[in-house]
């Protein structure tokens, strides 16, 4: 019984969320997807959550902990592994809905994540410190992307004809879309989901163009 409270002692408010982000991650979600895929409230484990208005820790529940292995098809014991010396090399990079990425303050000058509203997500490896996640909301993207998936998007990652972008308007628009040309004067993409119409923007009017370097499919 001794033994048992001093390994309860060790668990820490970080090391039981820091797990629960890996958990997400390692079933391709965002720690809001997982909560959904268990038949929680969306916002369960979510960032904001973690922490009471009043300054407090908030632990999240054994139902909710119970929910989400059985939503991830994980074990109890793959659970304690991705605790403390378990979680590998992994790290957090910052998580926004697509459908909050055209906000005001979402995104600096040079298209990094900015103010609030970000959460985060887990990943097995991370180089890029100027990665951030957008999770999917709606069908309007399928069928490359659908409802709940995240994609990863690099603003170093050098952008090539083909590849998936995310480009920000500076009226406040966010487009995804396969980049068919850039020129100096004007970008050619093809957006993804039910419009087939290929869309030419003048590059004055876009305020950043990164590319998608991962998707959790």
Known sequence: M????????????????????????HAGLSPSGLAKRAG?????????????????????STESIAKALAAADCSMESFVRLIGDGAGDGRCVPLLSLAQAGASGAFDESGFPSGKGWSEIALPSAEDSHLFALEISGDALQPAYRNGDVVLVSPGAPIRKGD????????????VA?????????????????????RSVAASEVAWIARIVWASQ
């Open 2 to 25: 001794v033994r048992q409270a001093k390994a309860q002692r060790m668990l820490t408010h970080d090391q039981i969320w820091g797990a629960l982000d890996r958990l997400a991650a």
């Open 40 to 60: 929680l409230d969306p916002t369960t484990f979510n960032k904001s959550k973690r922490i009471t208005p009043d300054g407090r820790e908030r632990w999240p």
């Open 164 to 175: 998936r972008v995310v480009a920000k308007m500076r009226a406040g628009e966010v487009v």
């Open 178 to 198: 396969t980049l068919k040309r850039r020129t100096a004067k004007a970008l050619e993409l093809q957006p993804l989901g039910a419009t087939p119409a290929e």
